[in-house]
């Protein structure tokens, strides 16, 4: 099994920071040929959508348009870790973020139905 455990988020100020953290237990993500470790979020009322997107073996990145160049996602193989750092945020990026993972990728890293292992969720709140 592959289990994740979040931390990080809390409540910043418009034009604040904060990094998101996502560790593997169980099995490490480096343990498999086609891993994906993607980040999600979802805000009251709306659906869970694609933030950003590691491929672990090949270190491709994958970010949503509306945080390009904002936001960004990286690795600690040692510590089985990725990150999230979060630069520049809006009150429009509040919501609940989720990591999940896919140790056997074979579909689209853009939708959360194709990712089988999900952590347990980090509230990040944006003030205005």
């Known amino acids: 099994q592959v289990q994740l455990v979040q931390s990080g988020g809390g409540l910043v100020q418009a034009g604040g920071s904060l990094r998101l953290s996502c560790a593997a237990s169980?099995?490490?993500?480096?343990?498999?040929?086609?891993?994906?470790v993607g980040w999600f979020r979802q805000a009251p009322g709306k659906e869970r959508e694609f933030v950003a997107a590691?491929?672990?073996?090949?270190?491709?990145?994958y970010y949503t348009d509306s945080v390009k160049g904002r936001f960004t996602i990286s690795r600690d193989n040692a510590k089985n870790t990725v990150y999230l750092q979060m630069n520049s945020l809006k009150p429009e990026d509040t919501a609940v973020y989720y990591c999940?993972?896919?140790?056997?990728?074979?579909?689209?890293?853009?939708?959360?139905?194709?990712?089988?292992?999900w952590g347990q969720g980090t509230q990040v709140t944006v003030a205005s």
């Open positions: 999940a993972t896919d140790p056997r990728y074979s579909g689209s890293l853009y939708y959360p139905d194709e990712y089988n292992y």
């Open positions: 169980g099995r490490t993500f480096s343990s498999f040929s086609r891993t994906i």
């Open positions: 590691i491929n672990w073996s090949a270190g491709r990145i």
